[in-house]
Structures are given as structure tokens and as C-alpha cells.
């Protein structure tokens, strides 16, 4: 449901959990997007994987969800369906960014560990809010090598 998600990616950004972004960069967003629906019908949460410029990466974008689910492992099961995705494309890590302490410590819970800001691609830093990027706090997950086809 793209005006529900269209929805839950302007209150994250109003709440201070998600970056500003404009219309193209929510578009992106929103075509790389997936949620979570409860009872198959309400939108819980939503996320995007944006793939990196080294081919070997991508970031997860603009998760958000309700707060009225809090506790119903929405968004472990966003980020579960990202890393899955991510394993599927045969990436070998997966990035998110945050000026959440409590976000981070969510990522940290789902096996993501806290690397420096040079240590992911940089084409995530061009056009970055300076303000935001120094408070920003960076995660990322190690998918590990892809199998080789014998």
C-alpha cells in the first residue's frame, strides 16, 4: 500500500527516527520497500534494501514501524526478511545508520555490529546532512563470502 508506507516513512522522519529525504529518495525508498502487515490488512512496518555502489552491500532504509506494535517482533521481522534478501542476492553485508541509541541498540540485538562511518561505502556520505552525520551511528551486518558454484 504505497500511501500507508508513503505515510509511515513521513512519521518516522517527523518523530527524528528517519532521515529527510525528497520525493525521488522516498520513491527509491518505496520501490526497494517491503512491510509488515498484522492481520494481513494493517501496515506495521515498513523497510527498504537499497543496494550499495560496491555491489557487495546494501543498506536498510528507512525502517519504521507503529509504535502501537511495539513488542510484536515487527521489526525483527523486517530486518529478518532484509538480511534473508540480502543472502538470496549473494551480498556480503548488510549496513543501517542511526541517531537512535535505542535503534541502535535494536540492530545490535539483531547481530549487527557498530563499525565507523568510514567503513561503510562512500557513497552514502555525499549530500548527508553534516549535522545529522555527526550524530549518527553506524551498523552493519557480515552476510559472509557466497558460495562458490561447483
Not at 512519521?11 to 492481520?39: I, K, S
Not at 561503510?120 to 555525499?126: C, F, G, I, N, S
Request: glycine share 10%; charged share 25%.
Amino acid at each position: 500500500d504505497f500511501d500507508a508506507a508513503h505515510d509511515l516513512l513521513r512519521r518516522g522522519v517527523e518523530e527524528g527516527y528517519l532521515a529527510p529525504r525528497d520525493e525521488a529518495d522516498v520513491d527509491a525508498l518505496l520501490a526497494t520497500g517491503f512491510g509488515a502487515f498484522v492481520e494481513g490488512r494493517d501496515l506495521a512496518g515498513i523497510g527498504s534494501l537499497l543496494p550499495s555502489l560496491d555491489g557487495q552491500g546494501a543498506e536498510i532504509a528507512g525502517l519504521y514501524t507503529l509504535t502501537r506494535f511495539l513488542g510484536e517482533g515487527v521489526g525483527f521481522s523486517l530486518v529478518a526478511h532484509a538480511l534473508a534478501e540480502a543472502s538470496l542476492r549473494s551480498l556480503r553485508y548488510v549496513f543501517a545508520c542511526t541517531v537512535s541509541e535505542r535503534v541502535g541498540a535494536f540492530f545490535e540485538r539483531n547481530g549487527f555490529r557498530v563499525v565507523a562511518a568510514e567503513e561503510l561505502p562512500a557513497a552514502k556520505w555525499l549530500d548527508y546532512d553534516a549535522e545529522r552525520r555527526d550524530r549518527v551511528r553506524c551498523y552493519r551486518h557480515d552476510l559472509g563470502a557466497p558460495a562458490e558454484v561447483t
